[in-house]
């Protein structure tokens, strides 16, 4: 609700005086002849927002907590910084922030012998589909060496993410700013282990960290 009520001045100013923008572009669509109703244009951009903010930055929280824990990562990657994208890479494998996305079935399938019906809601887990031994090497050993394989880190198909090149952008830079901008970079030994618990937009509650 709180979100509506930031993105309603928005849409109606946007109805008002349209730009060059997304919102101008959403209240102007059509779809077989008609425009979008407000429900569309609000889930869309309800979905939008933290999509392309908390699931980023909890993604490079995650970055950096792999990066500071594997045995020698953090020197490697301090001398070579052609390490970085593998390890954005590789961090969206193995534990990306979004860690579940919901689909209807459209077709009577099976998948590994379980049937599932036209019409059934499933949510999916794409973590786990990122873990799976039958396609990864080690799938829960976080390997920025690991060999290019596809992954499900932003989804497939007509449903995949639209912001990856953005997000992979960000991500990248954010983890060389602070390798840069922080140097002697280590967690705190005497800090609680962080907490990884939550199912959707995962990532550590707090990362401790020294500067030495």
Request: overall charge negative; proline content about 7%; aromatic content about 6%.
């Amino acid at each position: 609700e709180a979100m509506q009520a930031y993105l309603e001045p928005l849409v109606a100013a946007r109805r008002k005086n349209p730009g060059e923008d997304l919102i101008s572009d959403l209240v102007q669509a059509q779809v077989a002849g008609a425009q979008l109703s407000d429900e569309e244009i609000y889930g869309f951009l309800r979905l939008l927002l933290p999509a392309g903010s908390e699931s980023t930055f909890r993604t490079l929280a995650n970055a950096l907590y792999s990066t500071l824990t594997m045995p020698g990562l953090l020197d490697r990657v301090l001398a070579d910084r052609a390490l970085v994208p593998l390890i954005v890479e590789e961090t969206i494998r193995w534990d990306v922030a979004n860690s579940m996305v919901s689909r209807i079935a459209t077709c009577d399938t099976e998948l590994a012998g379980c049937a599932i019906p036209a019409g059934s809601a499933l949510l999916v887990m794409t973590s786990s589909a990122n873990r799976d031994s039958a396609h990864f090497y080690q799938p829960d050993r976080f390997d920025p060496d690991r060999p290019s394989l596809r992954h499900l880190g932003f989804g497939a198909g007509p449903h995949q993410c639209l912001g990856l090149h953005l997000a992979r952008i960000e991500i990248r830079i954010g983890l060389e700013a602070m390798l840069e901008r922080l140097p002697g970079l280590r967690l705190d030994p005497a800090a609680p282990v962080p907490n990884f618990s939550h199912l959707s937009f995962r990532g550590p509650d707090a990362l401790h960290v020294l500067i030495l």
